[in-house]
């Protein structure tokens, strides 16, 4: 007997709360999750699918608190027909939500050591959800720094909860741009050089980098240089992705199906594929 | 008759037996000569199936030839495996309503219809296992392939010839069929026209009981282990894998990648064809209204620009890329993903391939120079 299931492939209704300016091209939409009970539990690393009605469905990774799961929090790019059309979307308007799917950020094995956390542009987003957790358990963790790259000042975000962070959460921020505005004060670059300013200990260290893969790639070069090793280094991927319950077949990266091994791996396991054109 | 003892089966018994599964409520799926192909479609007997008709495989050739004695199972395999019966190539997922400001859902209620699988081969019985694996045995189950799945019955066939390019001994996957099935049949072609069938579960046994069998003597049994022995010891292809995904893991930069990437046409026929391939896109669409909504669900190929598009481009945009994902996923990362090879041997990605790329020999050439980097 094959057992009864409940169609995975079914969005459920979420009406927006609110939605948030971030930058020019990029949204934080607040929906409102009254129908679940206990609220939209995730561990911070995680992903949904977000439908909207009749236009389609794109993998978002949460970039919430885990620790109040009343609202679900989603930062967005407006870069495709379907973030385009959620874009679109206005307080009190619905959109689906499947998930949460994938592995997350592995805090538990970052537990007394030093952690690096490295985003690039929209990349910080996912990893927000793993700033709440440490500020909500510093005593867990050493030192804590955070590494954040944009285009332009203009293009950073959660930059008023960055300089609090830093303030108020014991944790280390660098932040860089590509591009500066006359305003700018801090360094200009790409993130990796940063991780010279960062405190850590090697030997008792993990490190959780999003971004583009070429930051990435320089990111792993980096700390590999500074002593970390492969399995000390934890990647949140993006691939095409239709069903986020590894049926599809699109998030393939060698071994590993970005929706359910991922979004969030250990770098070992995919090194030969990451490291390859067009793998 | 229980357990593994075997019965002797005319062909008249045959259709008796067809009809005695059909009694039971299933529809039988079996093989049938249509269009130059021998094809798995609905039957209602005996009398549909592809008698004296063999086949010519050989890579990027198929065609169908007459044999000189009347056999039912004599030919070796179609383009199609069964997959389509329970993968299905479109379907809906769900539709949807705007209601009140919000939508409704209103998920598919899959009710197929009960199968019985006839004439299925070895091979096609292990791809089916490797799909369970995909659509039942991870953490998601999807509810269409299982409703479809479930309660499947499978009268089998052992392999009377290997096709051109056949390979299952080498993937240890036939050509005797040794699990997932309720009956198996040898045809036996030496002097009367019969069969040797072996039961292979509970309900294989209860129908077969409705027909009152003589059991198989010794000499009959010899002759159908014979039968499968000589389709064993003349496979069209061999196929080496020991340490396949170490081999190709740190080979994927080998220039062997760009020679088949020259012939290919990134057509997906390999993965339409193939058994086990399972990707599948999904199409979200409205009605002219806007108010209700639909998403379908459709076969995809790992040779599209669209598989591996994410916004800004295609992480695969080269036709090298697209080749070299198909063959590395379906005899190397698969192990890795779900226990088992993707790949069972049964060369339809290379008879049904336009230019006649042959994996077993692709793979060949790169272990024949493992670590080559320069053309």
Not at chain 2, 262 to 290: I, M, Q
Request: glycine share 10%; charged share 25%; with cysteine.
């Amino acid at each position: 007997m094959l057992a009864p299931v409940r169609d995975p492939m079914t969005p459920t209704p979420a009406r927006i709360r609110k939605v948030r300016r971030e930058t020019s091209d990029t949204f934080t939409v607040h929906l409102d999750v009254d129908g679940r009970d206990g609220g939209f539990r995730f561990a911070p690393g995680q992903f949904n699918m977000l439908y909207v009605f009749g236009v389609g469905e794109v993998p978002i990774s949460i970039s919430g608190d885990p620790g109040a799961p009343s609202e679900l929090v989603h930062t967005i790019r407006a870069v495709g027909t379907v973030t385009r059309a959620i874009q679109k979307q206005r307080k009190a308007s619905v959109l689906g939500v499947r998930g949460p799917f994938g592995q997350g950020w592995p805090l538990d094995k970052a537990k007394g050591g030093d952690l690096l956390l490295v985003a690039g542009g929209l990349g910080l987003a996912p990893l927000r959800p793993a700033v709440y957790h440490v500020l909500e358990h510093r005593e867990d963790f050493r030192d804590v720094s955070l590494l954040v790259g944009a285009r332009t000042p203009e293009d950073l975000l959660f930059r008023s909860e960055l300089s609090r962070w830093q303030r108020k959460g014991r944790i280390q921020v660098l932040v860089t741009v590509d591009r500066a505005t006359p305003d700018w004060k801090g360094p200009i670059g790409v993130v990796p050089p940063l991780l010279r300013e960062a405190r850590f200990e090697p030997g008792r260290t993990l490190a959780f980098a999003c971004g583009p893969e070429v930051m990435l790639r320089f990111t792993e070069h980096e700390l590999s240089r500074l002593g970390l090793g492969a399995d000390q280094l934890y990647f949140s991927l993006e691939r095409n992705m239709k069903c986020a319950v590894g049926f599809c077949g699109h998030c393939q990266l060698g071994p590993a199906f970005l929706c359910k091994d991922g979004p969030v791996l250990r770098y070992d396991r995919v090194r030969p594929f990451f490291l390859t054109r067009e793998a | 008759m229980s357990g593994h003892e075997r019965a002797i089966l005319s062909v008249e018994g045959l259709g008796s037996l067809l009809q005695a599964i059909r009694q039971e409520g299933y529809q039988l799926v079996g093989p049938t000569v249509r269009d130059g192909a021998i094809v798995h479609a609905e039957i209602s007997g005996i009398g549909d199936l592809p008698a004296g008709w063999t086949e010519e495989q050989e890579a990027g050739t198929y065609r169908l030839r007459r044999r000189d004695d009347g056999a039912l199972f004599g030919y070796s395999l179609g383009p199609q495996s069964w997959k389509q019966l329970f993968f299905v190539p479109r379907m809906r997922l769900f539709q949807a309503r705007r209601k009140d400001g919000t939508f409704v859902v209103d998920a598919e209620a899959p009710k197929p219809p009960r199968l019985a699988l006839i004439g299925a081969r070895s091979c096609d019985l292990h791809a089916i296992e490797v799909q369970d694996r995909t659509f039942l045995k991870g953490q998601f189950v999807d509810p269409d392939y299982a409703a479809r799945r479930e309660g499947v019955f499978v009268v089998a066939v052992n392999c009377g010839q290997a096709g051109g390019t056949c390979f299952c001994v080498s993937m240890k996957t036939g050509p005797r069929v040794t699990q997932w099935f309720d009956l198996a049949l040898t045809e036996l072609l030496d002097g009367a026209h019969r069969f040797v069938v072996e039961v292979g579960s509970e309900r294989g046994a209860e129908v077969l009981a409705k027909l009152a069998l003589q059991p198989a003597d010794e000499g009959d049994c010899r002759t159908a282990d014979e039968v499968v022995e000589r389709t064993a010891s003349s496979m069209g292809r061999k196929f080496e894998t020991e340490g396949i995904t170490e081999l190709l893991y740190r080979n994927l930069e080998h220039p062997q990648w760009d020679k088949g990437a020259e012939r290919c046409t990134s057509c997906a026929n390999c993965t339409l064809v193939c058994p086990t391939c399972f990707c599948a896109s999904v199409e979200d669409v409205t009605d002219l209204s806007g108010n209700t909504a639909e998403r379908w669900r459709r076969w995809d190929s790992c040779f599209t620009l669209d598989h591996s598009y994410v916004h800004g481009g295609s992480v695969r945009s080269a036709t090298r890329s697209r080749y070299r994902q198909w063959l590395v996923h379906k005899v190397a990362s698969w192990i890795d993903q779900f226990g088992t090879s993707g790949c069972v041997g049964c060369g339809r990605c290379i008879t049904w391939c336009p230019v006649g790329i042959d994996l077993t020999e692709e793979v060949a050439a790169i272990r024949a120079t493992d670590g080559k980097k320069e053309p």
